[in-house]
């Protein structure tokens, strides 16, 4: 018997839970308790405490009222068993994140650049200044001057040490920003329990031993408990195992529930037996030193979750806190026997998602130019050493004085700054903030479009989405139900009918077929508000009935009231593969047993033998009949668009005995059909608009349901996904299979082609089609571009999709927490809308980083031409080290900020998406680049060359070591930051628009650091002296230099007035990364989707290995997503990490339900991987989900 039910002795009530004193059993009892499983567990329990009721008893609670709720009573427990909750792991201190900011190699190599210039600066040989030396020590006016030797290499420090502080401000307030999310995600993360006999929902943080949870499918338990009583309960522990079969649970046999598992079949009523570190995850915390992060290579023998309030850290490493998912902790269980690790490798497939596009491109852009810089800086180096060492020792003919080599060093260490400082231009530090900026901005804006997001890299792979499959259920649809159509006695009423139509023994059935097979958490409350709508709570097509039990003029509850949970004899609970639930009671009057039954019309009918006519008597019902009803009555509901759900009973007399009820075949057959109900559940107003955008937008949208096909095709008319005239597919879930499947039953990605591209509505579909659609959708290569799936879910069979798309939406409200562990973002309001927003701020994400990229890159270009030329023809680069630094470093920080805070609009929604292969860099933008390099260029050589007689002032050229800053080199800095400053403003545009300045008052980021930025300017120039190489101009060169930085935006509006398709000689730059480009070689046999990203970078890193170890943007802008996106991809261990995000569901093969999809041999094909996905993981079929556990 599956609903296994604990006896209830009298004087077991709510007030137990007040008693002063000590509670009958310790922590560490309870501790040994759950460490025992299945027989021992029971036989321990009978031993020690004579049944769970005993142990109840000890803990001073009750079975059916639950506690009190008393505060003293809860902070008792509290003191004697723990609070359940596990410490988080400690943040880095400010002080680890500099030091972590110092490890950079490029600040390492101008640190000890800076360091020889200041130690030479100071020594000073005896006759060093004499004419013998040659030029290098004439023309130093003053004593004084030569003193400020050390002020260049002092303001190098300065420089290093300002960026360290701003790099490690950054990653602090970054930490602590997605710290504030996940307390955010803690709260929200509740749990059903009894308090004082009435349900309600805690946050799991307040859960206490000896509370009394209700459990329900897909929920994830988050505390050790003891089964009181369950229905048909199915859990699945592979999390702490490693094995993936379900187990069942009841009193009789393994009543053991253990944090971090999931429920994925039936419901029932628990006692809270340890939290916290006492509970099973909080001991393996402890072991590991709890929030401490071992990365050891160990063999994974097992994996063990953590309950939600410890999976909720932020995930530090590399000083960065990205990871803002509920962490789903993963440790080895070192129970584990060796074997059932190699079954457990041969069973399990875990999927490998293809990284972020963005990532990808950015890693490849990054090697680019830091290859671009290094050679660069090491051709000036070389170029100014030879010009020196010839001109003074070749053309002059000097000899190498003793007394002069710490001069000659000194230009060595002078030129060597330079090459560092080429290097520095070339490589565009601010790109990993302005994606991290950027990445971090939108994912708070997007939690108010009801968007929680969970795995940062998921919101911009968003604006790259080219495919969504969207669940139909409150997605679409309201998501509330009612009934407006009966058959009901051999009349089918348009709408509801009035109660005294119906013969009163017809109605009794039925209102009692309804109020006792739905779960007991299903229920109408009064409206919150008065004059609003009634509360549906709980599972939504139970409602419902609920509802059309009131219509009726009869209530539900008295019947709930006579008849409770407990006295539920057997309860067939709801699932993907059955389709329809059913309970039975044992007659009081010993009469045998009595069996409720509702699921989808098409299935609960097939297994109808008799049907209640208009007198309520049961007559024959044979299959024509069925047809017939089938044509008349069912067809025409969901042609309406409504769901049709069908009410039956069946009766099991005493004299045959007690029927098996393990066989269900032979249960559920020979029914009573009471009723067939249509359901209507509108489509949601905004949604048809929303669907129009994507279509706008260049995504398709199909819709992927459970409802039977007439409802699906009416519903995807009205919301605008079918268009009149136009040649789309609807297909069933099995004509969908005979499709795309050959004759082995294997998926055969060719057939798949053939269907998907025109497919637009997937209905009756299971949850293994779903996932046989994204996966195929994802590997097909029929388009030009691969395509990029987000998908919509909510139930614990939606997982494996949920899993495999680029971008998993899960339900915030209707979704499981299974569905939610799986999805990358979390739609709150589970509103289609919401959707759209998260594309939009996906492509805005997209351009931000294109619009800073631009800004940066005419920067880069300019200031590595200047100070190359300049250093090759003058000896000197007309750009000092430290203005450089200021330009590069600060400037690109603030620019980063500036630029990666547009808010979206609109108008992103009218292009096409990106796709996977379109360079990071286009024409338009490339024809922006090297257009304003042109101009930069120009000016900054006419000013350098001949800014002297411009001006009328002291040429700068050719300056011996140490002389005092010139006017006129003092113009050529000023004039490039305010050229910089002003193209800050073009690069607000990337698509050739004119109108640079629209919408700029939306952004008073933006605008506030280009007012910022030219106040520093202003206080560098007119104050900053020896240190920044400047001298204070006047007002006339001022505006000069204004003046040509405002021809910027003139010349901009030249460059956008070139059409690009003329230029055909521009080339692109940052595509992404090729399937054909991979080695086969490193085409690994498990891996389902190769990691190009991560490739591309291992190629990069020994590119830098043999040059300059490794280019700072390339850390950097990898690390800012490698460190903390994607943990994985600098460990290969670190799937154990006890920090990190969840294990796969561990999927079992399909049941004999599916047995029309044949079991695909495991070897076969990596395309086949849909043979994992379990049958039983129920509900994301969004078919009639008339579930005992509503899925809320």
Not at 102 to 112: C, F, K, P, R, W
Not at 382 to 398: E, P
Not at 438 to 465: F, P, Q, W
Not at 596 to 604: L, N, P, Q, R, T
Request: aromatic share 6%; glycine share 8%.
């Amino acid at each position: 018997m599956a609903n296994n039910t604990a006896d209830h002795p009298p004087g077991n009530s709510v007030a137990d839970g007040n008693q002063e004193g000590d509670f009958g059993i310790t922590v560490i009892d309870l501790r040994d308790l759950m460490e025992l499983r299945s027989g021992e567990a029971v036989t321990k329990i009978a031993d020690s405490y004579g049944d769970v009721q005993g142990l109840c008893r000890r803990l001073k609670t009750s079975p059916i009222e639950g506690l009190s709720g008393n505060p003293v009573d809860l902070e008792k427990r509290h003191t004697a068993f723990g609070k359940n909750f596990i410490p988080p792991k400690q943040p880095k201190s400010f002080l680890a994140l500099v030091w972590e900011a110092l490890q950079d190699v490029t600040l390492i190599i101008l640190e000890i650049a800076a360091v020889i210039s200041l130690g030479l600066s100071f020594y000073h040989p005896p006759g060093g200044d004499s004419e013998l030396c040659g030029e290098t020590a004439s023309g130093v006016e003053d004593e004084g001057e030569a003193q400020a030797g050390w002020i260049e290499g002092a303001a190098i420090l300065f420089s290093v040490a300002i960026v360290v502080l701003v790099t490690a401000f950054n990653d602090w307030s970054k930490e602590k920003q997605f710290r504030g999310l996940q307390s955010r995600i803690e709260q929200e993360q509740k749990f059903t329990v009894i308090r004082k006999g009435q349900v309600i929902q805690i946050p799991v943080s307040e859960l206490v031993t000896g509370d009394i949870a209700q459990i329900k499918y897909g929920d994830l338990l988050p505390a050790d408990g003891i089964l009181i009583q369950g229905n048909d309960l199915k859990i699945d522990e592979s999390s702490l195992t490693g094995e993936s079969d379900q187990v069942r649970k009841s009193l009789e046999k393994d009543p053991m529930l253990l944090s971090g598992t999931h429920v994925m079949e039936g419901s029932g009523r628990m006692v809270v037996s340890a939290v916290g570190l006492n509970s099973q995850t909080g001991i393996i915390f402890t072991l590991l030193g709890a929030g401490d992060c071992d990365e050891e290579k160990k063999i994974k023998k097992g994996k063990k979750q953590g309950p939600p309030e410890n999976r909720n850290k932020a995930k530090t490493q590399d000083g960065i806190a990205l990871e803002i998912q509920p962490l789903k902790s993963e440790v080895e269980s070192e129970e584990k026997e060796p074997e059932v690790e190699v079954k457990q490798v041969k069973r399990v497939q875990i999927t490998k998602k293809e990284k972020s596009v963005l990532q990808g491109k950015l890693t490849k852009l990054a090697v680019l130019i830091g290859k671009a810089g290094l050679i660069m800086s090491a051709v000036t180096v070389i170029i100014l050493i030879l010009y020196f060492v010839i001109d003074t020792f070749g053309v002059q003919g000097r000899p190498w004085l003793k007394e002069c080599t710490p001069i000659y060093i000194q230009y060595f260490v002078k030129f060597f700054i330079i090459g560092v400082t080429v290097l520095v231009v070339a490589v565009p530090e601010g790109l990993p903030l302005a994606v991290t900026i950027s990445l971090a901005y939108s994912v708070k804006k997007m939690m108010k479009d009801n968007n929680l997001v969970r795995h940062l890299d998921a919101c911009e792979t968003m604006g790259n989405a080219t495919t969504i499959c969207s669940d139909k259920t409150g997605t679409l649809t309201m998501n509330r139900m009612t009934v407006v159509q009966a058959y009901l006695g051999d009349t089918h009423y348009k709408k509801v009918p009035e109660p005294d139509v119906i013969k009163p023994s017809t109605l009794e059935v039925l209102v009692n077929s309804i109020a006792i097979n739905s779960a007991y958490t299903t229920k109408i409350l009064s409206p919150e508000k008065e004059g609003g709508l009634p509360r549906h709570v709980g599972n939504k097509t139970e409602c419902s009935l609920l509802g059309f039990v009131l219509e009726l003029k009869r209530d539900y509850q008295p019947i709930r009231e006579e008849i409770p949970e407990e006295k539920l004899y057997k309860v067939y609970t709801f699932n993907s593969s059955r389709k329809s639930m059913s309970t039975v009671l044992k007659n009081t009057d010993g009469s045998g047993f009595r069996m409720y039954s509702k699921g989808a019309s098409e299935i609960v009918l097939r297994k109808c033998s008799r049907i209640l006519d208009t007198n309520g008597e049961p007559r024959i019902f044979k299959p024509k009949d069925r047809d017939e009803m089938v044509k008349v009555v069912i067809e025409p509901m969901a042609c309406d668009g409504l769901r049709t759900i069908c009410v039956a009973y069946r009766d099991f007399p005493a004299e045959a005995g007690e029927p098996d009820w393990d066989n269900e075949a032979d249960i559920l057959n020979e029914l009573t059909c009471i009723c067939v109900v249509g359901i209507e559940d509108p489509v949601r107003p905004e949604v048809p608009d929303a669907i129009l955008k994507c279509q706008r937008a260049g995504i398709t949208v199909r819709m992927v349901t459970g409802d039977n096909i007439n409802t699906a095709r009416a519903i995807a008319t009205k919301c605008g996904i079918l268009l009149p005239g136009e040649d789309f597919l609807c297909l069933e879930g099995k004509e969908f299979n005979q499709l795309i499947r050959n004759d082995q039953g294997e998926v055969e990605q060719e057939r798949l082609d053939k269907v998907w591209p025109n497919l637009r509505v997937l209905a009756r579909s299971s949850p293994t089609d779903k996932h046989t659609l994204v996966k195929g959708i994802m590997d097909s290569t029929v388009l030009e571009t691969r395509q990029v799936v987000a998908v919509t879910g909510d139930g614990t069979n939606d997982g494996p999709a949920l899993k495999k798309a680029d971008v998993g939406f899960a339900m915030g409200i209707a979704g499981t927490d299974v569905a939610k562990e799986a999805s990358d973002i979390i739609l709150t309001d589970d509103n289609f809308t919401s959707i759209v927003k998260a594309v939009m701020w996906g492509r805005n994400v997209y351009d931000s980083i294109s619009k800073f990229l631009q800004f940066q890159l005419t920067v880069n270009v300019v200031a590595v031409i200047v100070a190359f030329t300049g250093a090759c023809i003058t000896q000197d680069s007309p750009l000092k080290a430290v203005q450089m630094l200021w330009v590069n470093l600060i400037m690109d920080t603030l620019a980063s900020l500036a630029l990666a805070t547009e808010p979206p609009t609109e108008s992103l929604l009218l292009r096409k998406p990106y796709g996977r292969n379109k360079p990071l860099i286009s024409r338009t933008m490339m024809k922006n680049i090297l257009g304003h390099a042109v101009y930069q260029l120009t000016i900054i050589f006419t000013l350098l060359f001949a800014g002297e007689n411009i001006f009328n002032i002291d040429s700068g050229r050719n300056a011996p070591l140490h002389s005092p800053p010139s006017e006129h080199y003092t113009i050529v800095f000023n004039v490039f930051v305010m050229m910089q400053l002003f193209n800050e403003i073009n690069a607000r545009k990337i698509h050739g628009e004119r109108n640079v300045f629209e919408a700029i008052y939306r952004n008073p980021i933006f605008c506030s650091v280009v007012l910022g930025t030219f106040v520093l300017q202003i206080v560098i120039v007119q104050f900053g002296g020896k240190p920044f190489s400047c001298t204070a101009l006047t007002i006339d060169q001022w505006l000069w230099c204004v003046f040509i930085g405002v021809g910027e935006l003139l010349w901009g509006q030249l460059i956008s007035a070139i059409p690009t398709h003329h230029l055909k000689f521009l080339k692109e730059a940052g595509h992404g990364t090729h399937k054909e480009d991979v080695p086969e070689n490193e085409m690994n046999e498990g891996d389902d989707e190769i990691d190009h990203a991560e490739m591309e970078l291992r190629r990069g890193q020994v590119l830098w290995f043999r040059g300059l170890n490794r280019i700072q943007t390339q850390i950097k802008v990898v690390n800012a997503f490698r460190s903390s996106l994607y943990p994985g991809l600098e460990n290969r261990e670190s799937k154990n990490s006890i920090h990190n995000f969840m294990a796969h569901p561990e999927f079992v093969p399909l049941s004999e339900e599916e047995a029309r999809i044949p079991d695909i041999d495991e070897s076969s094909s990596d395309e086949m991987e849909i043979q994992h996905i379990p049958s039983s993981f129920s509900g994301g079929a969004e078919a009639p989900d008339v579930s005992h556990e509503a899925s809320c």
